[in-house]
């Protein structure tokens, strides 16, 4: 009896698994509340669970200095300044956060990522011919981030972070149907 109450206990303790501070990236965690992510990011253009900036333009009015620094620096990753954040939320929480920038800061944002998460899990280089020319991924159970360089043969870096659930839900999506 007391082996269980102390086990339930220490379940009920225990940080949900989006609190691990892996799941960062920027200035938002995987897992906050909408509000606190809208606070962060008062910038974010919003529609049902998606939200989206597009930081050139929601900044780009602004002459270089101070006023410009202070409008683009809650979306800066690694001192880069993106051209896109776009983020996905599930039952009223950060579920998803998906970010472009130019690629040629590839290594620099790799490395950043590297430094604070540690060896990837998966690497792909850059192969002949292909849509993406490297690959780099951080998994683990409770969730997924992907750095892309040259994503889709285009010109730009993109990030992936999602939690597990909201992965393996855009994977199903994802899916083409049997038969078709």
């Known amino acids: 009896m007391r082996k269980a109450l102390a086990s339930l206990l220490l379940a009920l303790a225990a940080p949900p698994a989006f609190a691990q501070a892996w799941l ?14 809208l606070e962060r990011m008062p910038l974010l253009n919003c529609q049902g669970n998606r939200c989206h900036v597009l930081v050139p ?12 620094e202070g409008c683009t620096k809650p979306f800066l990753i690694a001192g880069v300044e993106p051209t896109l954040w776009s983020l996905e939320f599930m039952d009223g929480r950060l579920a998803s956060i998906y970010i472009t920038l130019p690629a ?11 430094f604070q998460y540690g060896a990837p899990t998966e ?14 991924a951080w998994e683990d159970a409770t969730g997924v981030l992907i750095a892309v360089d040259r994503a889709g043969g285009s010109d730009v870096t993109a990030l992936s972070l999602s939690t597990r659930s909201h992965a393996e839900l855009q994977r199903k999506r994802d899916k083409p149907a049997a038969g078709s």
């Open 24 to 37: 960062t990236l920027g200035p938002l965690m995987l897992g906050m509340p909408r509000a606190q992510v």
């Open 104 to 114: 040629r800061h590839f290594d620099k944002v790799a490395a950043a990522l590297a």
């Open 57 to 68: 333009l929601a900044c780009g009015h602004l002459r270089p200095g101070a006023e410009r």
């Open 123 to 136: 690497q792909r280089p850059a192969a002949a011919k292909a849509a993406e020319s490297r690959r780099l």
